[in-house]
């Protein structure tokens, strides 16, 4: 009797060094002979936030091509996807032992990867998001506090509510402290009119706080997806235009490169550690690296 067609995956979590913690990923170690649809399938099957395929690169000085999809859609780029399966790749040995980065092949282009070693710990991985655009800042601020059971007040003053993007928009809302964000919690109906008004491809927004320490802060991303509210444990498309943001309206200071760490995921029992360099010259923010740690959970086969 036929088994059917057997395709290899291994599950990691992305943007935390402790199992359970970060962003789960499913990743198919070889993605050819699958169809559209049944990609589409798998990904729903596994449930997870993305699922990514890996392909032949089309580029021999590729790694890989790499396609991510939602329970619902294929995705162009996705930041703790691109992070994950660079980790798997890695771990696979399908780059070369001391290798410090690769290029995949995403359905928004090629993107680097850089591989720090780090003593004692599982190592970082770094992807350059380029540099970020900024739309107009949403001007009507009552109505977005008023979408997320916030007060007006709670909006931290002088920062703009803004769409930013590095590949991906994501609208952010600045706001007073760690409290205020974890009291987020928007009613659908006005959260989802707030984002059509924003339009420009917003699907999601990003709640963030500057935290005690200088150099973090804290964060969630709520979007909506299957009709209803989804929030992420960790948003690498996100936080890269996050820190573009910091620098810009001088929440994160300095020249050069500035670090940032930003925490999220922990108000759903997930914690997560995004890093962000950022190049700033004269206050305004240029290019944007987000990175952070993997680690594996389980192996398995799934067979069609």
């Given at each position: 009797m036929s088994l059917g067609r057997a395709y290899a995956f291994v599950q990691v979590d992305v943007f935390t060094n402790q199992i359970f913690g970060g962003n789960p990923l499913a990743v198919f170690l070889d993605g050819r002979g699958l169809s559209d649809i049944e990609m589409q399938s798998i990904a729903m099957e596994m449930n997870l936030s993305e699922t990514t395929f890996i392909l032949p690169a089309e580029d021999v000085a590729?790694?890989?091509?790499?396609?991510?999809?939602?329970?619902?859609?294929?995705?162009?780029f996705a930041g703790h996807p691109t992070i994950g399966t660079s980790w798997v790749l890695r771990d696979q040995g399908r780059i070369p032992a001391g290798a410090t980065s690769l290029v995949l092949e995403l359905g928004l282009g090629s993107i680097n990867v850089r591989i720090q070693p780090v003593v004692g710990t599982t190592d970082f991985l770094w992807m350059d998001q380029g540099s970020a655009s900024f739309g107009p800042p949403f001007e009507d601020r009552a109505a977005v506090a008023e979408a997320v059971g916030l007060r007006l007040d709670d909006i931290l003053p002088g920062m703009p509510i803004q769409s930013v993007s590095t590949g991906s928009p994501f609208l952010y809302v600045p706001l007073c402290d760690k409290?205020?964000?974890?009291?987020?919690?928007?009613?659908?109906?006005?959260?989802?009119?707030?984002?059509?008004?924003?339009?420009?491809?917003?699907?999601?927004?990003?709640?963030?706080?500057?935290?005690?320490?200088?150099?973090r802060?804290?964060?969630?991303?709520?979007?909506?997806?299957?009709?209803?509210?989804?929030?992420?444990?960790?948003?690498?498309?996100?936080?890269?235009p996050l820190g573009a943001y910091l620098v810009k309206y001088g929440i994160a200071q300095g020249s050069g490169i500035i670090e940032v760490i930003s925490e999220q995921g922990t108000a759903m029992g997930r914690q997560s550690f995004i890093h962000l360099r950022v190049a700033s010259e004269d206050g305004q923010p240029g290019r944007?690296?987000?990175?952070?740690?993997?680690?594996?959970?389980?192996?398995?086969?799934l067979r069609l």
């Open positions: 590729h790694v890989a091509r790499v396609r991510i999809f939602t329970p619902t859609g294929e995705l162009p409290a205020t964000v974890d009291r987020v919690a928007p009613r659908l109906d006005a959260y989802r009119n707030i984002v059509a008004q924003v339009g420009g491809g917003v699907r999601s927004a990003f709640f963030f706080a500057p935290d005690t320490d200088p150099g802060v804290y964060s969630r991303m709520i979007g909506i997806g299957r009709g209803m509210l989804r929030e992420d444990p960790a948003t690498g498309s996100a936080n890269g944007v690296e987000v990175g952070g740690q993997v680690v594996p959970v389980f192996e398995g086969m």
